[in-house]
Structures are given as C-alpha cells and as structure tokens.
C-alpha cells in the first residue's frame, strides 16, 4: 500500500492531454513538494517534474505539474506513444521522515 | 552528466546476504549536497526507498527496513554499496541507485538502469 496514491491507469489518443493525480496528506504532499518521475518500458526512471512544477532541462514543455493542499498533478498534453509508461509522484513526508511514493499510473496511447 | 551502475548478483539463495554495488561516474559521492540512496520496485508494487548515505557518510534508512539493510560508501572508487541479510522470496525486486539532491527542493535526479534480483533456491 503506497502512501501516496494514483490511478492505477490512463489513457488517450494521440494529441490528447492526459491528467495524472496524486493524493496524499498534510504530512507530505500538503507541506512538501512533489516530484514527478517516467518510467519507459525498459529503463531507469527520470525525473520529469520537480518542485511541484519544474522541468528539468530537456523535459518537453507538453509535461507539466501542479499541487493544490495535498493533491498533485501531472498533464500531459500532446499526447505521444513514446510517452506509454509508468509514472511515479514522490515527496517527502514529515511524519514518516522519508520520502514516499505513489504506486505509480501505466499510460497508454491508444 | 552523472551516471550511476548497480552491479552485483542476480540470483541469491533465501537466508543469504545481497550484496549489491553502485558506481557512480561523473559526479563524486563526496560532493556537499547530495544523498546516495537505493530504492527497490517489488512486484505488482510501487517503489520503496530503502536508504542513503550522505557525503559526509551518515546514513538513514527506512525505518521498517532498518534492520536488515546496511549502506556503505568508498570514497577511493567513488561507490556506494547495499547488503541485506537474511533474504527471502519477499525480497525479489529491482534495485536502483540514485542521487538525491537535499534541501528544499529535494528530488532524486540521477538514477541507475537498475539490477534485478531473485531470491529463489
């Protein structure tokens, strides 16, 4: 059971924009800021989002984060096949004093 | 650009130790700021971080996982290492190195291609 949580799927066409959510609590997502990563079939994860909405140089701008109290989320719009994967929220939660994750969402490009 | 490459066994008897390595290039384990951390994604689950070691060699580990995880650091081949004793089919999973920036905007932004292990008789 992840501490924080997402959908476990979603899914769109090809130029569509996609939204992944992240829900946690005021001991992380509500007091910290959230990390977005992207895991592509076959390879390490990467840091996509941080800071709640930061792309790291050479992340698309079709990628983009923000938080509300303690949700989270990441849009993709755009939508591409090389964007199937998994993607992963992260923070870091006071209380547990570590970071956590979300159990990760599949995108599929349909 | 750092890069970051998990070695060690694939294959490990239950009740055995894991013993895995990381070797981290362009970028040293001794630089002020950073934390070397080993995370894991078990099967059908999300992903844990188990622990890291900082450049000034503390380490910290998830509390559940305390117990059984030990993190090391050789500044002179600029790597980090994980064992876990005592492992058990529970214990299959892919293991990654990462970097973990510290401070407020704290994020992990390196990470190793991973290491399968399978703890299996």
């Known amino acids: 059971q992840s501490v924080l949580t997402q959908p476990p799927s979603a899914s769109g066409t090809p130029g569509q924009r996609v939204t992944i959510s992240c829900s946690g609590s005021?001991?992380?997502?509500?007091?910290?800021?959230v990390n977005w990563y992207q895991q592509l079939p076959g390879t390490a994860p990467k840091l996509l989002i941080s800071s709640d909405n930061q792309r790291p140089s050479g992340v698309p701008d079709r990628f983009s984060g923000s938080k509300s109290a303690t949700s989270a989320s990441l849009a993709i719009s755009g939508l591409q096949s090389d964007d199937e994967g998994d993607y992963y929220c992260?923070?870091?939660?006071?209380?547990?004093?570590?970071?956590?994750f979300g159990g990760g969402t599949k995108v599929a490009v349909l | 650009q750092v890069q970051l490459l998990e070695s060690g066994p694939g294959l490990v008897k239950p009740s055995q130790t894991l013993s895995l390595t990381c070797t981290v290039s362009?970028?040293?384990?001794?630089?002020?700021?950073?934390?070397w951390s080993w995370i894991r994604h078990l099967p059908g689950k999300g992903l844990e971080w188990i622990g890291y070691i900082s450049y000034s060699g503390t380490t910290d580990y998830n509390p559940p996982l305390r117990s059984r995880f030990t993190i090391s650091g050789d500044t002179s081949k600029n790597q980090f290492s994980l064992k876990l004793a005592s492992v058990t089919a529970a214990d299959t999973a892919v293991y990654y190195c990462a970097r973990r920036v510290v401070g407020a905007s704290r994020r992990f932004d390196y990470w190793g291609q991973g290491t399968l292990v399978t703890v299996s008789s």
């Open positions: 992260e923070a870091w939660d006071d209380r547990l004093m570590r970071p956590v």
């Open positions: 005021t001991s992380n997502i509500g007091s910290n800021t």
């Open positions: 362009g970028g040293s384990i001794n630089s002020v700021g950073y934390k």
